[in-house]
């Protein structure tokens, strides 16, 4: 038997006990078939078995199996995914031989593929649609990221030079941030280190050779360090050993980078790693007694203590740092965790279900849902891929405490407002500053990991658009722009009251041809813009006025042929709205567009019949106040139409398929006819405005209701222009 052979078996071997969810025969069967299928794949075109791809096949998957921590279904999309790609083997075909499972990680594998296809997706696809829209399992990304990774073991095979730089550009601009983001330190390290030699060989070389040469005396020190150490915790009999680690290349490259300081000067070339043995309930307490035994022995900085075993990092990383002054007042640092957390360190969220969720199917899948959330945590869609990978992916998350105790999640750079928001949006609406460790502080202020923080509220505070430039969350930026908007609309209507006052004191009428004007002459497309301009004293009312007295007021005349057909037909006085209704023109004011069932009202216009309007509507209340000899009482018979016009104003969060929801209950739940369609969106805001017709106002009131339920929709009202038109 060859020796290329012989490491097949023995790597074939090592992937079926490496696989985490390997559970029965079965299980073994299933992977045995897969390999079976990619040694059919990998026949060259004489037939016989090309050894070299084979085990290029295994190398992958045991990285996947190995240092990733994925199981069956991984293993088996990674080996036959080369024989599927290529095939027209179909995804019903898929999942009857290996299940959903392998059948949707495949579809994935075969989109994202596609995409390498058709773009440099280094430089110009965006991340989100590259990690999350073409991949529904995250297991995709990870089995590239197990791909990626044995190319750049082997990329001394690479053709040409070209082909190893665009190799390493694409792992530093997406997969070492996505290994950096689950935790994955060791795949992370090895990926650096590489790419730098590939794309700075001189500088990597550099710093080679200086570890090489100051190898012996670290060793040194080292051995000077620990010597101390190794008695006292020998005396206190605590299972542990001591490991000395040298930072990566590529680490120190930007240790030096931000420091501004030469080779020399990077006092922590090495940190000591003290690893205890223990069981789970006496990991806290043993790893701060060896921290007692550590600041004993050499003077700890304070500033450097790192406490992630409290309050662990999001990916799971659980550690306790400090560094201290050492033998030659050097300064070292020294990290302390137990066996578990160690592997946790090295192997990210796969060691970190391990050891929570044991081997079974559903603790691989509640890992994978942490995973999701982890890559999907961000408030924004749509970010270029360079940019936007990297910030989002280096992002750390702030732990701060609520006064009883609660431990709160927020995004790297929130402050009081983001604080007060994330407990409920009166708190944040009221917000005037923070207490911070029991001393106060404005609302600008940026909260710090293991900050105890309470807010400080007043019913005089509302928020104001300077607010925007101090929060970082989605929902408190919603939440300020939802107060901002609605605060226009108050804005507008003190403008309304301002401008009807001048034209009562000037003896003008406040008629629509008189606001139809203004609006023109100052480029207001809707009133509310004019009013919010008065209110905002943006127009001045020597200008108004002016405008207005431009054209003599049309003398109002009574229109004798309607108020008698309007007579002819009351029924006590009151028009009786139906189609029987002869000798009258009337129609139904588009301001506020009545249905059968609203309570109604008539006004006689001059030269355009009898205007029917709600009575609740603020035109119809106007025009009573002034024209009260014009009103006329109205209302509906059982006959006549049922096909009533009506637009709906609908508020809320732009959630995922929001208009599909809306355009579904108003269609097949509820047989209405939609007219026309406007959508907008702003800073995550959404805000419809919608032309329906119904039957009537109980018809109405049904639909009103059920958008209310829809996720995402905080309000639902019925349209009232301040202009009939």
Request: positive net charge; aromatic residues 8%; contains cysteine.
């Amino acid at each position: 038997m060859s020796d290329l052979r012989k490491e097949i078996i023995i790597k074939y071997r090592r992937l079926l006990k490496g696989c985490r969810n390997l559970l029965s025969s079965e299980d073994i069967n299933i992977v045995r078939k897969a390999f079976d299928i990619a040694l059919e794949n990998n026949e060259n075109s004489n037939g016989r078995l090309d050894l070299k791809k084979t085990i290029k096949t295994l190398d992958i998957s045991l990285i996947i199996a190995e240092e990733i921590g994925l199981g069956r279904s991984s293993i088996i999309s990674s080996l036959i995914y080369k024989v599927i790609v290529g095939s027209n083997i179909e995804n019903e075909d898929l999942q009857e031989m290996f299940g959903p499972t392998v059948s949707r990680i495949i579809s994935g594998l075969r989109k994202v593929k596609q995409v390498y296809k058709q773009h440099k997706v280094v430089y110009n696809e965006n991340f989100r649609k590259l990690l999350l829209s073409f991949s529904e399992d995250v297991r995709v990304q990870l089995i590239f990221l197990a791909q990626k990774l044995y190319h750049l073991r082997n990329i001394d095979s690479f053709p040409n030079e070209q082909a190893k730089i665009d190799l390493a550009n694409e792992l530093i601009n997406i997969y070492i941030p996505f290994a950096h983001r689950l935790g994955l330190y060791a795949i992370k390290s090895e990926m650096e280190d590489k790419c730098l030699k590939v794309l700075q060989p001189k500088i990597y070389r550099s710093i080679e050779q200086k570890l090489e040469a100051s190898s012996k005396s670290r060793d040194l020190y080292i051995d000077k360090f620990t010597s101390p150490l190794t008695k006292e915790l020998d005396e206190v009999g605590i299972k542990y050993k001591i490991k000395a680690r040298t930072k990566s290349v590529a680490s120190i490259l930007n240790k030096m980078k931000k420091k501004q300081v030469e080779f020399e000067e990077v006092y922590d070339i090495f940190a000591i790693r003290i690893i205890i043995d223990t069981i789970p309930k006496r990991e806290k307490l043993e790893c701060w007694k060896v921290y007692s035994i550590v600041s004993d022995l050499y003077m700890p900085n304070p500033n450097r203590l790192r406490d992630w075993i409290t309050v662990p990092k999001a990916n799971g990383y659980e550690s306790l740092q400090t560094t201290v002054m050492g033998p030659e007042d050097k300064w070292v640092e020294v990290q302390i965790r137990t066996v578990r957390m160690d592997e946790i360190a090295e192997k990210g969220f796969a060691a970190h279900w391990k050891y929570k969720g044991g081997k079974s199917e559903q603790a691989t899948e509640r890992w994978l849902t942490d995973l999701r959330e982890i890559l999907e945590n961000g408030d924004s869609e749509g970010f270029d891929l360079m940019d936007s990978f990297k910030v989002k992916l280096y992002n750390k998350e702030v732990y701060v405490f609520t006064p009883t105790g609660e431990l709160k999640k927020l995004p790297a750079g929130a402050s009081i407002i983001d604080f007060a928001y994330s407990i409920h949006t009166d708190i944040g609406d009221k917000c005037i500053g923070g207490k911070v460790n029991q001393k106060n502080v404005p609302l600008r202020y940026v909260l710090n990991n293991g900050d105890t923080v309470s807010v400080i509220t007043s019913q005089s505070q509302q928020p104001n658009i300077d607010w925007l430039n101090h929060v970082v969350t989605s929902k408190a930026r919603n939440k300020i722009r939802q107060f901002l908007k609605e605060e226009e609309y108050k804005v507008a209507e003190i403008g309304k009251e301002t401008l009807a006052r001048r034209l009562k004191n000037w003896k003008i009428q406040n008629d629509d041809e008189v606001i139809s004007k203004l609006m023109n002459e100052f480029n207001c497309k809707l009133a509310v813009d004019l009013y919010s301009k008065i209110a905002e004293e943006k127009i001045d009312f020597t200008q108004i006025k002016e405008v207005i007295t431009r054209v003599v007021p049309e003398k109002v005349t009574e229109d004798v042929e309607i108020i008698s057909a309007i007579s002819k037909n009351r029924n006590q006085d009151t028009l009786l709205v139906d189609d029987n209704l002869s000798n009258v023109h009337y129609s139904f004011a588009k301001c506020c567009n009545p249905v059968r069932g609203d309570q109604i009202v008539g006004f006689v216009s001059i030269g355009a019949g009898i205007k029917i309007h709600r009575q609740n509507c603020k035109n119809a209340i106007d025009l009573m106040n002034r024209y009260p000899y014009r009103m006329v009482d109205a209302k509906w018979t059982n006959d006549g139409s049922t096909d009533f016009e009506v637009v709906l104003i609908i508020l809320g969060n732009d959630e995922l398929g929001l208009i599909g929801n809306i355009t579904s209950i108003l269609g097949k739940e509820f047989n209405v006819k939609m007219k026309s369609i406007n959508i907008s969106t702003d800073g995550g805001l959404f805000e419809g405005k919608i032309t329906i017709t119904i039957d009537n106002a109980i018809h109405l009131s049904n639909v009103i209701n059920n958008l209310k339920k829809i996720k995402g929709v905080t309000k639902v009202s019925r349209y009232e222009s301040l202009v009939e038109n």
